[in-house]
Nanobody, 119 residues
Framework: QVQLVESGGGLVQAGGSQRLSCAAPGRTFSSSAMGWFRQAPGKEREFVAAISGSALRSIYADSVKGRFTISRDIAKNTVYLQMNSLKPEDTAVYYC????????????WGRGTQVTVSS
């Protein structure tokens, strides 16, 4: 069974920064897209960002454009989400996902990491 392990969540003040990581121990996803989703209390899970297998293409939700940056280290089989200028509305559980393309994520999911932004 594929396991994606997220880390880097926690409590941060509004305006601050945080970096999330997602690793896939023992599994190679060098040809797969990877990305991030989030789910706030009482809301549906929503797309945040994705990056292609080659890392040449990335896409973002409008709500995070200019503030969040997705990247990946193919050799380490890890994807990152650098979050800057955080807002209270960014508070959510953040999930890592893998898929064939950046538009078809969801073949595998992590268990999530909580990010809480205080005002």
């Amino acid at each position: 069974q594929v396991q994606l392990v997220e880390s880097g969540g926690g409590l941060v003040q509004a305006g601050g920064s945080q970096r999330l990581s997602c690793a896939a121990p023992g599994r190679t996803f060098s040809s797969s897209a990877m990305g991030w989703f989030r789910q706030a209390p009482g809301k549906e899970r929503e797309f945040v960002a994705a990056i292609s297998g080659s890392a040449l293409r990335s896409i973002y939700a409008d709500s995070v454009k200019g503030r969040f940056t997705i990247s990946r280290d193919i050799a380490k089989n890890t994807v990152y989400l650098q979050m800057n200028s955080l807002k209270p509305e960014d508070t959510a559980v953040y999930y890592c996902a893998v898929g064939r393309t950046i538009n078809t994520l969801g073949d595998y999911w992590g268990r999530g990491t909580q990010v809480t932004v205080s005002s």
